[in-house]
Nanobody
Framework: QVQLVESGGGLVQAGDSLRLSCAAS????????MAWFRQAPGREREFVAA????????YYADSVKGRFTISRDNAKNTVYLQMNSLKPEETAVYYC????????????????WGQGTQVTVYA
């Protein structure tokens, strides 16, 4: 079992930056593909970014390309999401997720989830 705990959310103004962290425990995530998703009120959970186990490949939703960066530190069992130039429409709960099989960005493919961290962006 892998337990995931997100942190770093908060209330920021449009254009500001935030760095989210996802700390894993219970098992090393070194061979897991890790991802960030988000869910706004009344909307489905959507893919934001993913990173392969080695960190050599990253994937982003089109809406965040060039502004968000996903990274990982396997020695610390932690994944990060650097979010720059945040927009009000990106207000959501951000979730960290993990899976063993690489590829794919569907919610249902991910085996482990954190409880989420709230990000609120005001205009």
């Amino acid at each position: 079992q892998v337990q995931l705990v997100e942190s770093g959310g908060g209330l920021v103004q449009a254009g500001d930056s935030l760095r989210l962290s996802c700390a894993a425990s219970g098992r090393s995530i070194a061979y897991y593909e890790m991802a960030w998703f988000r869910q706004a009120p009344g909307r489905e959970r959507e893919f934001v970014a993913a990173i392969r186990w080695s960190g050599s490949s990253t994937y982003y939703a089109d809406s965040v390309k060039g502004r968000f960066t996903i990274s990982r530190d396997n020695a610390k069992n932690t994944v990060y999401l650097q979010m720059n130039s945040l927009k009000p429409e990106e207000t959501a709960v951000y979730y960290c997720a993990a899976k063993l099989n690489p590829g794919g960005t569907w919610v249902a493919e991910y085996e482990y989830w954190g409880q989420g961290t709230q990000v609120t962006v005001y205009a």
